[in-house]
Nanobody, 117 residues
Framework: QVQLVESGGGLVQPGGSLRLSCAAS????????MGWYRQAPGKQRELVAA???????NYADSVRGRFTISRDNAKNTVHLQMNSLKSEDTAVYYC???????????WGQGTLVTVSS
């Protein structure tokens, strides 16, 4: 059974930083793309950043240069370092893993990030 447990969300002031973490169980991380999505109130869920099994990364234009995704296959974890946070980054952030072969994916329960003064 695949489980994804996220942590690290919270309230931060504009310009601040947060680090999200996702611990996965029930998968072999090295064959999965691991990433983060977010959903703001009234908006569709969108990709924030992803790291493939081949260690390539991609970012949404809105976060490139401010956010950094990293993964540790040995620990089955993926992290999202978020710097220079803006109010528009406020959203529920979801961890996602996708099997690189079958394309089946799994979601975490979400962690709320609120950027406000």
């Amino acid at each position: 059974q695949v489980q994804l447990v996220e942590s690290g969300g919270g309230l931060v002031q504009p310009g601040g930083s947060l680090r999200l973490s996702c611990a996965a169980s029930g998968i072999i991380a090295r064959i999965y793309t691991m990433g983060w999505y977010r959903q703001a109130p009234g908006k569709q869920r969108e990709l924030v950043a992803a790291a493939t099994s081949g260690d390539s990364t991609n970012y949404a234009d809105s976060v490139r240069g401010r956010f950094t995704i990293s993964r540790d296959n040995a620990k089955n974890t993926v992290h999202l370092q978020m710097n220079s946070l803006k109010s528009e980054d406020t959203a529920v952030y979801y961890c996602n893993v996708q099997n690189s072969w079958s394309k089946r994916d799994y979601w975490g329960q979400g962690t709320l990030v609120t950027v406000s003064s």
